[in-house]
């Protein structure tokens, strides 16, 4: 079960066989795997059996299904291992339960798959419990309240299971920058440096900072796409500009930020 060098089941050849696999099962077997796979049957992408081999059609003729890209032969190759092992204990693939083990399912696959490969694989194996590990944060869609835990190792070097809350409808953007990714940003080195240096001359003195704070904010905005009402920089300004406007002075470093912090909170609670 835990050998990383032991082969998965010879899927093709049990598949390929229609005495191990009757027409009707392979039509629901290769029912589930266009539904896995998202292939659309309006490019007349069909699965077929041909001397000991399974091919998909396409438009450049027939091609084995091991012959495919990365991610298609990933997804395949554990989704009929599955099929396989419980295809002669229960009635349908369905009904199957069983306990599946997947690790780094995001290998090879496309972002637009990612997001959608746990809510497939439920809908395929609703009955299957699945454990699945992952460091991509596309793939924590689809899943429900209760199913994510982050792994962290404790003081002592033993690792711990935290379980952690994804809001559905939260963005990409906030997942990585959730304390489970452990980001401070999702921007690059050079952009997060002018952001600190435009907000510490700001804390710094606005009015003796204010043609460098000016270039920065210009450079920023080409960077950026900046404009007024849209867009994190356009947030980060606007609230900067507003906390600045309701002080006395703008020396009071403490207080700017602390306006600034809690604007910025209240933005994204929304």
């Known amino acids: 079960m835990f050998d990383p060098y032991h082969k998965l089941n010879d899927v093709v050849s049990w598949l390929s066989n229609p005495v191990k696999v009757s027409p009707k099962n392979f039509d629901f077997i290769v029912t589930s795997l266009r539904e896995l796979l998202q292939v659309n049957m309006d490019d007349n992408a069909i699965f077929r059996r041909r001397n000991g081999n399974v091919t998909l059609s396409s438009k450049r003729g027939p091609v084995n299904i091991f012959e495919l ?16 092992c419980v295809h002669d204990k229960f009635n349908a693939i369905s009904d199957a339960e069983g306990v599946v083990l997947i690790d780094e399912i995001e290998n090879h696959l496309h972002p637009t798959w990612k997001v959608k490969i746990i809510s497939l694989l439920r ?11 992952t460091h991509d944060p596309l793939c924590l869609r689809g899943t429900q309240e209760g199913e994510v835990y982050v792994l962290n190792e404790d003081e002592s070097g033993d690792v711990i299971a935290e379980p952690i809350s994804v809001p559905r409808g939260m963005p990409i953007e906030n997942l990585l920058l ?5 980001m401070s940003s999702t921007l690059d080195e050079d952009t997060n440096s ?3 240096k435009h907000r510490k001359l700001v804390h710094e003195s606005i009015e003796d900072n204010a043609e460098e704070i000016k270039e920065i904010e210009d450079e920023l905005e080409s960077l950026m796409k900046y404009t007024s009402n849209s867009g994190l920089f356009g947030d980060y300004l606007n609230i900067l500009k ?6 006395d002075t703008h020396d009071d470093v403490e207080s700017i930020r602390a306006g600034i912090s809690n604007r910025l909170s209240e933005r994204f609670k929304k």
């Not at 990365?70 to 396989?84: A, C, F, H, N, Q």
């Not at 809908?123 to 590990?133: D, E, G, H, L, W």
């Not at 959730?178 to 452990?182: A, D, I, L, P, Q």
């Open 69 to 84: 890209s990365d991610g298609y032969k990933s997804v395949i190759s554990y989704t009929l291992d599955i099929m396989l």
């Open 242 to 247: 507003d906390a600045i406007k309701v002080q």
């Open 178 to 182: 959730g304390s489970w990714f452990k």
């Open 123 to 133: 809908s395929v194996f609703p009955k299957i419990n699945f454990i699945i590990t």
């Open 194 to 196: 002018l952001f600190d």
